[in-house]
């Protein structure tokens, strides 16, 4: 879910270093473009909700298509989030002010935003360059590319659920934002007047307004902000039922299959390796998550990558539950209704791939809960038990979509931090227009992955 801290009026912004960038990039994909086939070979690292829905609609465009994964496609950081589609998420990760907030949080274990302690290059590097994009500038550029990328994120659900007749329990009611707090109150309503500027209607709610609206539960907040374009489902169902609709497209697929590393062919991948076979393809994509930055670097890219752990609790069938899904802004903790259960999701954690639960940030999410939810009658969970997964951050807030300059035919989707679900859809419909050959000139520079490089 979005930091908070974000307070600037907007600044009209240009960047030259993207325009640059997209001239590079058109030519290297016309140039690809006049080199290929209608059909091709491809292979994806990664079967999570970006990994599927690229395959997807690379499938849907008569494209051979591979899904290799290092696990059993049953459980990555698509299955154990918040499942929420959220246009009301424009803004970056990198705002003015996130900065200063994370500096309040980054060192308790038990905050919303924490960093583990230790000595390490690359967080220092990645840390650097997050600080420096926490500009006006920046955010106010980023923002309507943000908004209308969720926004084809949606569409592309409303699609995929009308096309396949598929039920994963999307709901398109909108999400409430509930603040109990008189100073996030005047920044949630900073929030919705730049959301009404970019063209969606949030409706500002008092306490009361708030109660007649939200009758599953008794709530103690000071007010509300509600987001009709936001959206909810069951992203474990989701998850299950697109890879069988795959599978019935003809996508193939490769469990617990580690790549090792690449076959290196002059200025173009040949093929991926791992211990037991080789996968040989004409264009290659990397949307493996946060394991994306470890994998390049058998490729010699370094690409800016921080791993955000993340944590949640899913009650079965609880006897009281809210109606709608919601976000509690003060403790950065999302609590979805998905079918007959309930989840509650939150943290941004930047521990690197370390496994294990850190107990003291999930006790910090049940504990919010009464704080909003005074008589919701929680079950006794022990906080070790939680679903914990890795959101792959880059420094900006802005994922990286496209080819890599070093490979011709090596492109990677990665970098969605807290929105990987959100955006699944739009970025399988952008990689498949890479692959053609004509993608979104504005989505191909403001996510153009060389930006680092």
Known sequence: MRMRGYKKKPVVANFQHFNNLNNQQLQHFN??????????????????????FSAWHLAKAGHEVSVVDKGDFSDNCSFGNAGMVTPSHFVPLAAPGVVAQGLRWMFRAD????????LNVELMK??????RSC???????????????NLLGKKGYLEFEKETGLDFKLRKEGILMLYKDAHVEKEELEMAEKASALGLEPKVLTATEVADFEKGVELDVRGGVFYPADAYMYPN???????????EKGVRFYPNTEIA?????????GALKSSSQYFEADAFLIAAGSWTGKLLKKAGIH????????????LKKPAHRPQHACILVEARVAVTPMGDDLRFAGTLELSGLAAGVNRRRVQ?????????????????TDPGSAWYGYRPCTPDGLPYIGYLRKYENLMVATGHAMMGLSLGPATGMLVEQLIAGNPDERYAKFFDPNRYL
């Not at 500009?135 to 990328?149: C, G, I, K, T």
């Open 135 to 149: 500009n006006a500038r920046q955010a106010e550029a980023a923002m309507p590319v943000l908004l209308d990328f």
């Open 303 to 314: 690409l800016p990558l921080q791993d955000g752990k993340g944590y949640s609790v899913t």
């Open 31 to 52: 140039n690809l473009n006049n080199s290929t086939t209608s059909t091709m070979q491809i292979t994806i690292v990664g079967g999570g909700v970006i990994g599927l």
């Open 237 to 247: 169902i989701l998850m299950k039922l697109l890879k069988e609709k795959l599978g």
């Open 126 to 131: 990645w840390l650097w360059r997050f600080y």
């Open 364 to 380: 910090a999410i049940l504990d919010s809960i009464p704080q909003y939810f005074p008589k919701f009658e929680m079950p006794q």
């Open 111 to 118: 905050s919303p935003f924490y960093i583990r302690p230790r």
């Open 261 to 269: 590393g690449f076959e290196l062919k002059g200025n173009k991948i």
